[in-house]
């Protein structure tokens, strides 16, 4: 069973930074690719960034530049280095792994607040 648990998400202030951190657990033959996803209040799930499993990144126009994801292979630890967050960063931050086989697992979603 694969489990992915977020966490690192709170409170921050506009201009200010974050680190979340997802840990992977289980039976994984292969990863296809992580993301980052994440959903707003009253707005729809939307892809943030993506990581390959040869380690190319992509992102979202809105968070190009200021959001940095990476992958600690070593200890299965998918992160989103986030600066300069601005309120409309605000969401439930949620991590997604697709293996080789296209079976897709998620994790719970940690809240980030950017806020005055």
């Known amino acids: 069973q694969v489990q992915l648990v977020e966490s690192g998400g709170g409170l921050v202030q506009p201009g ?8 992977v657990s289980g039976s994984i033959f292969s990863i296809n690719r992580m993301r980052w ?10 892809l943030v960034a993506t990581i390959t499993g040869g380690g190319s990144t992509s992102y979202a126009d809105s968070v ?5 994801i990476s992958r600690d292979n070593a200890k299965n630890i998918l992160y989103l280095q986030m600066n300069n ?15 080789t ?6 994790g719970q979603g940690t809240q980030v ?3 005055s």
């Open 85 to 99: 967050l601005k309120p409309e960063d605000t969401a439930v931050y949620y991590c997604n792994l697709m293996d």
């Open 16 to 23: 200010g930074s974050l680190r979340l951190s997802c840990a």
């Open 113 to 115: 607040t950017v806020s």
């Open 37 to 46: 996803y994440r959903q707003g209040p009253g707005k729809q799930r939307e």
């Open 64 to 68: 190009k530049g200021r959001f940095t």
């Open 101 to 106: 086989y296209y079976r897709n697992y998620w």
